[in-house]
């Protein structure tokens, strides 16, 4: 890893747990995120990750692709059957079926081995931020006469079947609360926010991920596959060629 670019802060308090089975990088990547206030469980394989995951409930987990007895593919699935916790892959390799493997499997983003020291600590940072994500104010819609609402001062946006609340952070569908993870509830909200308009895939990764564009949309399609098979495939549609817009 490079040098961190990224000034070192105070104490975030946020527990993270690393599965690693490579030990230099596990130590290396342990030490460089507690120099940045973190605090840091770490794990040499997949089955100790689990375990170790339930003990100490993490705020957030590193997962290594390639690891021993379960790999992280396997982990992070085992993962999402019992928490919503943010979910960050690391590849070594950085092909195709990596990438979709870990995001289809619930992972939240990816970065490919070696990664820059800033690189790390901002993808981290990201995702704390989304998974402690609050509007700063209702998107368009969400008070007054809304879509589908009755008008009157509201933050819940009903969308057909679908209802958003922008308060309580919670989504309902047919009535039956909806289990979304940071990721998939900040991007539904980018949608809510703008409904009918057409959402450009660098423009959600620069809005749901803090990512500048580099080509690489794949997180991008994945995590709208994912939102489509809880929301409803109708719901966001794909507009080729430009990007993707939730129906009104």
Sequence with gaps: MTSPAVTPGSATEAHLLLVEDDEVIRNTVRMLLERYGFTVSTAADGMSGLEMFRERRPDLLLLDVMLPELDGIGLCRRIRELSLAPILMMSARGDALDVVSGLEAGADDYVVKPVESAV???RIRSLLRRASFTPAH??????GAGPGTGGGDTTTMTFGDLTIDTRGM???RSGQPLALTP??????????????????????LSRVWDHAWHGDTRVVDLHVQRLRAKIGAER?????????????
């Design 120 to 122: 790390l600590v901002a």
């Design 236 to 248: 966001i549609e794909t507009v080729r060629g430009f990007g993707y817009k939730l129906r009104r």
């Design 183 to 204: 990721t998939e509830l900040r991007m539904l909200l980018e949608f809510a926010a703008s409904p009918g308009v057409v959402l450009e895939r660098r423009t959600l």
């Design 138 to 143: 209702s998107p368009a819609g969400a008070s």
């Design 170 to 172: 919670e989504v309902h």
